[in-house]
């Protein structure tokens, strides 16, 4: 389920891993046969290139009549431009062709992998990392982007006019072409290793990268708690431990990169002067003219420059492979929790929604060994309230958890209006219910579009209804801009009472058969709990609503208490009943209302 560890992957990536990109490059197959056959034509343009000089050199130079002679040169050198302008014209409309193909399929890639991210089931982010998607998210498909949008591109065009290099050498210079190649094979077993090594180090790499963006996401999300414990200098220095490891890491892949450039440039001069060296002999021996010397020495040159292309692409290829690899490797982790592939309807009667809770038993996957329900059995009618009571860690947010099918049973079965809630479709059955949490979530926009976030669809007269209702217009209208006042990254310009009758407001605008409400009015004071109950008290009229409450005065009106200790429901009825059972609820009563 969670993503593996860079200690979890001794395997090292190779360019083969590119493969996992074919399925977001197959919708692009026109633009991909345009990109090659431009491709193609430039490499040809340029292969002409040398033809051209060859005739210019034999032809356009030999002693004759000064003006035939002018003439020629004319035309060789009209030969020579018409060649310049196809393979610029051509070269163009590769790049251009190519970088779209790149800013596409990124564009297409990082959206599949955070739209992939955000079905994932809670499990999914208690073993992996917040900083460590995003790292996936940014660094590894920017990396994607050059290697498609530039450095393949740049690969298949040298490897084009490489081997167009050598078939020309063959058939105009066999001799100087089997020579060429011998010494080929001296520089391609070393570049071959020098390749593996940067390949493992470019994975490290880009672990470390993860690593530190991790840190950083997570100390970032808390920085009220990290500089009320005076943390800044301790947190600054393990993010900088951090950085140092990734810089360490880099520069040695760096370093191993720049053995492979070194390599290269060197051994392919050596290529194009033991080329040049054997044409000059050849041309004092009779057996080659000064053009076809001028030939050989450019395609010469031309092959040994694809090599050192294709060697630093190939470096490019190596990092595209590992992000590639991590990037694959997120889209293939499924959620244990989907949708049934043929999902029955529920339809919800009048009053609310009816729940039940059969015989339930869960454990939570990061703690196996501990039971957060046992054998619990809950029946809920429909329209009426039930609390859910008890100390913390009983499993009521567990209640919850289940319900939303975060998290599917070990044992037993939840019903929604008499239906399995694993035979609902995901989208069905949380579009049935609203959540009130604990902890509200604002978003970074105005107060408008987060109360709107519970029905996309509102007008703005039904968000400002639902705001009313809520008792949060009051607050809302006294802000800069009202309504469409920006309330700051998760609300940091609102008190927590504030962001807790947002979060209301947007549960009462979603208008669901089936209320959730997690210690909705924790955060406000006595004032602003009086109205706000009373709105919730409304809201809840005409639906099944869920209460998780610690404070036991808020649902003394219940229709019904539910007591919740160590997983099990070990007590339920009314306030009264269960005061008088001199149980657990009643001991929870005596030290609140006796304080």
Avoid: C
Avoid at 82 to 96: P, T, W
Wanted: aromatic share 6%; proline share 4%.
């Amino acid at each position: 389920m969670s993503l593996t560890s860079a200690s979890e992957r001794p395997k090292a990536s190779s360019p083969t891993s590119l493969s996992g990109l074919l399925p977001f490059m197959r919708p692009y197959k026109v633009q991909i046969a345009l990109a090659v056959l431009f491709l193609t034509l430039a490499a040809v343009a340029t292969l002409l290139f040398p033809v051209a000089l060859r005739h210019l050199i034999d032809t356009g130079l030999v002693p004759e009549d000064r003006n035939a002679q002018a003439m020629a040169l004319q035309g060789h050198f009209l030969e020579l431009f018409g060649v310049a302008v196809a393979l610029g014209l051509f070269s163009a409309a590769r790049f251009y062709v190519v970088s779209w193909l790149g800013e596409r399929i990124t564009a297409d890639l990082r959206n599949a992998v955070y739209s992939h991210v955000l079905r994932q089931s809670p499990q999914f982010f208690e073993t992996t990392q917040t900083g460590e998607v995003l790292s996936r998210l940014t660094t590894d498909t920017t990396l994607v982007q050059t290697v498609v949008g530039s450095s393949l591109s740049m690969g298949l065009r040298n490897t084009f006019m490489g081997l167009g290099a050598l078939i020309m050498l063959v058939v105009s210079h066999p001799y100087v072409m089997i020579q060429v190649m011998l010494v080929i094979g001296l520089v391609v077993l070393p570049t071959m290793w020098f390749g593996r090594r940067v390949r493992k180090l470019s994975r490290a790499s880009q672990d470390r990268v993860a690593d530190s963006s991790a840190i950083a996401a997570e100390v970032l999300n808390a920085i009220p708690i990290v500089q009320s414990y005076t943390a800044e200098d301790r947190e600054a220095r393990r993010f900088d431990a951090s950085t140092e490891q990734a810089f360490n890491t880099a520069v040695r892949r760096s370093r191993a990169r720049a053995g492979l450039v070194a390599f290269i440039i060197i051994a392919n001069a050596a290529l194009v002067l033991w080329g040049l060296y054997q044409g000059t002999q050849a041309v004092i021996a009779g057996d080659l003219s000064a053009g076809q010397l001028g030939q050989a020495v450019l395609y010469t040159i031309i092959f040994v420059g694809a090599v050192a292309v294709l060697g630093e692409v190939y470096g490019d290829l190596l990092r595209a492979a590992g992000a590639s690899e991590r990037l694959v490797e997120l889209l293939n982790t499924q959620s244990p929790v989907q949708s049934p592939e043929r999902p029955q309807a529920a339809h919800a009667p009048q009053g609310g929604s009816s729940v039940r809770f059969d015989d339930i038993t869960f454990h939570y996957p990061s703690r196996p060994a501990q039971a957060a329900l046992s054998d619990f059995t809950l029946d809920v009618p429909s329209g009426q309230t039930v609390a859910l009571v008890g100390p913390s860690g009983a499993g009521k947010s567990t209640v919850f958890g289940l319900l939303l099918r975060y998290y599917d049973p070990l044992m037993g079965s939840i019903r929604l209006d008499g239906v399995p809630i694993d035979q609902l479709s995901l989208h069905d059955l949380r579009a049935r219910i609203g959540i009130v949490p604990q902890d509200p979530v604002i978003f970074s926009s105005s107060a408008m579009e987060n109360i709107r976030y519970g029905r996309p669809s509102a007008t703005d007269d039904e968000v400002r209804a639902a705001a009313h209702a809520a008792f949060a217009d009051e607050f809302i209208d006294k802000l800069p801009e009202g309504y469409d006042t920006f309330l700051g990254e998760r609300g940091v310009r609102l008190s927590g009472g504030q962001r807790q009758r947002i979060a209301i407001a947007r549960a009462m605008l979603k208008n669901p058969p089936l209320l959730l409400l997690d210690e909705a009015t924790s955060a406000l004071d006595a004032q602003s709990e009086r109205m706000v109950q009373a709105a919730l008290e409304s809201a809840m009229k005409d639906r099944t609503t869920l209460v998780i409450a610690h404070r036991l005065a808020t649902v003394q009106q219940a229709n019904r208490i539910v007591v919740l200790d160590h997983g099990r429901l070990v007590e339920q009825g009314t306030h009264a009943e269960l005061v008088a059972a001199g149980g657990v609820y009643a001991g929870l009563a005596a030290l609140q209302f006796n304080a």
